[in-house]
T-cell receptor, first 118, second 110 residues
Framework: GAVVSQHPSWVICKSGTSVKIECRSL??????MFWYRQFPKQSLMLMAT?????????EQGVEKDKFLINHASLTLSTLTVTSAHPEDSSFYIC??????????????FGSGTRLTVV | GQNIDQPTEMTATEGAIVQINCTYQ??????LFWYQQHAGEAPTFLSY??LDGLEEKGRFSSFLSRSKGYSYLLLKELQMKDSASYLC???????????WGLGTSLAVNP
């Protein structure tokens, strides 16, 4: 089945530095990828929708200059958290859509990245 | 506006049956999803309903009534490993994004 590889699984960084998270679709082409953030004991919060070859669409309240999304190819999307601060510590999850699958929208999730900013 | 409601927490006994309800009000409807999420892990897909009725898949079944804006996830023969958060999500809009409920934390006790 469709597989999405997300790296790194966890990262600890110092306040003020930037962190890049990668999301790759391994056996299908993903024209659309979704980036989520999840705080402890809360549901998934959609941050942005990433479309290959075009600018990402950010949800209300998400700073596009702080959370840079690049979707340069049909198999790779990256999220860069710039000038990270402790309040950015969260679980970040990507999801890609395999348009070749007709049922369940073809959503496949990455394994998530636990970001801790100290 | 977009709104999805599900209970915050539920408790059940190993071997029993539990039903987790979800009601939704969304602008547009492209199907309803149930996901399971264990702590610290990404969600895993359980079921997808786009037509009214019951979809059965092993120990898990999902029901949808579009006219009532209502769905439930039925878990049979509960096992300890079923302790997790269960997320209801609705597909809405042309960009196929999902609107998520806050999740139901299910605790299965021996």
């Amino acid at each position: 089945g469709a597989v999405v590889s997300q790296h790194p699984s966890w990262v600890i960084c110092k306040s003020g530095t930037s962190v890049k998270i990668e999301c790759r679709s391994l056996d299908f082409q993903a024209t659309t990828m979704f980036w989520y953030r999840q705080f402890p004991k809360q549901s998934l919060m959609l941050m942005a929708t990433s479309n290959e070859g075009s600018k990402a669409t950010y949800e209300q309240g998400v700073e596009k200059d702080k959370f840079l999304i690049n979707h340069a190819s049909l198999t790779l999307s990256t999220l860069t958290v710039t000038s990270a601060h402790p309040e950015d510590s969260s679980f970040y999850i990507c999801s890609a859509r395999d348009t070749g699958i007709r049922s369940n929208y073809g959503y496949t999730f990455g394994s998530g990245t636990r970001l801790t900013v100290v | 506006g977009q709104n999805i409601d599900q209970p915050t927490e539920m408790t059940a006994t190993e071997g029993a049956i539990v039903q987790i309800n979800c009601t939704y009000q969304t602008s547009g409807f492209n199907g309803l999803f149930w996901y399971q999420q264990h702590a610290g892990e990404a969600p895993t897909f359980l079921s997808y309903n786009v037509l009214d009725g019951l979809e059965e898949k092993g120990r898990f079944s999902s029901f949808l009534s579009r006219s009532k804006g209502y769905s439930y996830l039925l878990l049979k023969e509960l096992q300890m490993k079923d302790s997790a958060s269960y997320l209801c999500a609705v597909g809405a809009g042309n960009n196929r994004k999902l609107i998520w409920g806050l999740g139901t934390s299910l605790a299965v006790n021996p």
